[in-house]
């Protein structure tokens, strides 16, 4: 009975701010306001079949991809040197990759403004060596660079966790069995710390796809991804029922992701490649 009552404020809070919003915002999608009244309707996931909101869609999804494979291409190796670091060393770094996400998120990506700008930082220290203004803000490379950098360190971490919780005798094993470091990582290392990996890629990946807050910034008007459209939807032009059908899309295909990547490494104990 005590155990039922300690676990009922986690349940209530679980059921107030995550299923209450999605059933709404299911409903939202299903039901919209017609001249009658309240009536069902599909005429918001009919509406984003237009080959424009898939573009938008498609845009977004690929922009997810580029920023998760960057993620994880500088964050494996940065994980693998802090796993490799004397505990205090590591306790540093840690710091250091958790400190920016101390900071405001929208604050985080404000700052690369004065950065990127015409006028900015970047531009003035390529102005020295007679390198004329680039057009470095308001396009998909600003919108990506904003992705890498905010979500970098969700990628470290797991990756992180998992490498200093690697048994060191499997790696002492295959090297006295005569394997070399190329070896030794495809073989051994990145098999045992694919764990990480597929944590990394959901945290990354799923942020990623659906946020607007960087691609307003960075991206201005020249860049609309899925998250923009959703946002404006509900702020903007008032079409909740379009907004919401948006959002189920979005959350059917972040499922199938999950799914997906669960797939790949369904026991949690990494996957052989050979």
Not at 27 to 50: A, C, H, M, Q, V
Not at 197 to 220: C, E, K, N, R, Y
Request: hydrophobic content about 55%; aromatic content about 10%.
């Amino acid at each position: 009975m005590l155990k039922r009552l300690s676990t009922a404020p986690y349940l209530l809070w679980s059921f107030l701010l995550i299923v209450v919003p999605l059933v709404m915002v299911l409903g939202y999608s299903l039901i919209r306001t017609g001249p009658g009244g309240p009536e069902f309707s599909l005429n918001g996931f009919i509406k984003f079949t237009d080959p424009l909101y898939l573009k938008v869609l498609g845009l977004s999804v690929w922009i997810a991809l580029q920023s998760t494979v960057l993620c994880l291409v500088i964050g494996y190796p940065l994980a693998m040197i802090m796993a490799g670091l004397k505990p205090s060393a590591q306790r540093t770094a840690m710091t250091m990759i958790v400190l920016p996400m101390w900071m405001n998120f929208l604050l985080r990506t404000y700052a690369w403004i004065p950065i990127l700008g015409r006028n900015g930082l970047l531009n003035g220290l390529l102005a020295t060596i007679g390198i004329p203004p680039l057009n470095l803000l308001f396009n998909e490379g600003a919108v990506l660079l904003g992705m890498v950098y905010n979500f970098l360190p969700f990628m470290v971490l797991p990756i992180f966790t998992v490498l200093i919780r690697m048994d060191r005798s499997v790696i002492e094993a295959a090297q006295d069995l005569g394997a070399n470091r190329l070896h030794v990582f495809w073989r051994v290392t990145l098999p045992l710390s694919l764990p990480g990996v597929v944590s990394g890629v959901m945290m990354v990946f799923m942020p990623a796809v659906s946020t607007f807050v960087i691609s307003d910034l960075l991206g201005g008007s020249q860049v609309n991804l899925v998250g923009n459209l959703i946002k404006d939807q509900f702020l903007s032009v008032y079409d909740w029922n379009f907004g919401a059908s948006i959002s189920v899309v979005l959350m059917a295909l972040i499922l199938v992701s999950m799914w997906i990547l669960g797939k790949t490494d369904k026991n949690g104990s990494g996957v052989s490649f050979f």
